[in-house]
């Protein structure tokens, strides 16, 4: 079955633009969470949805970053006023419902370089 | 401020030995603790998990000790195997947020 898909897989953008990444979890996961992973460091939580809201948005850096979900399904993180220091690999995970033993399945990222 | 903290950046290990990864934390509301596995190009893969409630869990060559009063866990790989390399995380958690650590690059030789 298809595992958890982010797209693109590389993005390269110039400081000051806006970028748009792409997250399709497991079909029938309803938790979706977000996460950033900066050279050398573990994955950073950033936000986590349940179904279509924002259950936790408390790891977003600043309000630059906004994610949406309208439908549930599918995921796209937003960041406007792109900065250097923005450049990671940004994660995705969907688990079936939430909560902490719920295992979580991640998609293989994508890499942002802001130039 | 990590709550988590992974001391060892990497490991390396004699295929057929034992592979013993350690973990610290501070934050003493943390409640579930998690073992992610990661290859180059590819997300975290769950690997093992274990509740406070307890202080063990096996799951065939992957053990997790959990050490509450010393705020430690470690994850015990036997005998390891060469396709054991790979970056491991812990991960540790009070509800909704996974705090993750730096991670630990094990290369078991062959």
């Known amino acids: 079955g298809a595992g958890v898909s982010q797209t693109p897989s590389n993005k390269v953008t110039e400081k000051g633009k806006y970028v748009e990444l792409r997250c399709d979890p497991i079909?029938?996961?309803?938790?979706l969470y977000w996460y950033r992973q900066s050279l050398g460091q573990g994955p950073e939580f950033l936000i986590y949805?349940?179904?279509?809201?924002?259950?936790?948005d408390s790891g977003l850096p600043n309000d630059r970053f906004f994610a949406v979900r309208p439908e549930g399904s599918v995921s796209t993180l937003k960041i406007q006023r792109t900065e250097r220091g923005d450049s990671a690999v940004y994660l995705c995970?969907?688990?079936?419902?939430?909560?902490?033993?719920?295992?979580?399945?991640f998609g293989p990222g994508t890499r942002l370089t802001v130039l | 401020d990590q709550q988590v903290k992974q001391n060892s950046p990497s490991l390396s290990v004699q295929e057929g030995r034992i592979s013993i990864l350690n973990c610290d934390y501070t934050?003493?509301?943390?409640?579930?603790f998690l073992w992610y596995k990661k290859y180059p190009a590819e997300g975290p893969t769950f690997l093992i998990s274990?509740?406070?409630?307890?202080d063990k869990n096996e799951d065939g060559r992957f053990t997790v000790f959990l050490n509450k009063s010393a705020k430690h866990l470690s994850l015990h790989i036997v005998p390891s195997q060469p396709g054991d390399s790979a970056v491991y995380f812990c991960?540790?958690?009070?509800?909704?947020?996974?705090?993750f650590g730096t991670g630990t690059s094990l290369t078991v030789i062959p």
């Open positions: 934050n003493s509301m943390f409640d579930y």
């Open positions: 079909s029938g996961h309803t938790a």
């Open positions: 274990i509740s406070s409630i307890k």
């Open positions: 949805f349940q179904g279509t809201g924002a259950a936790d």
């Open positions: 995970a969907s688990s079936l419902s939430g909560g902490r033993r719920d295992t979580q399945y």
């Open positions: 991960a540790a958690t009070t509800g909704n947020q996974f705090y």
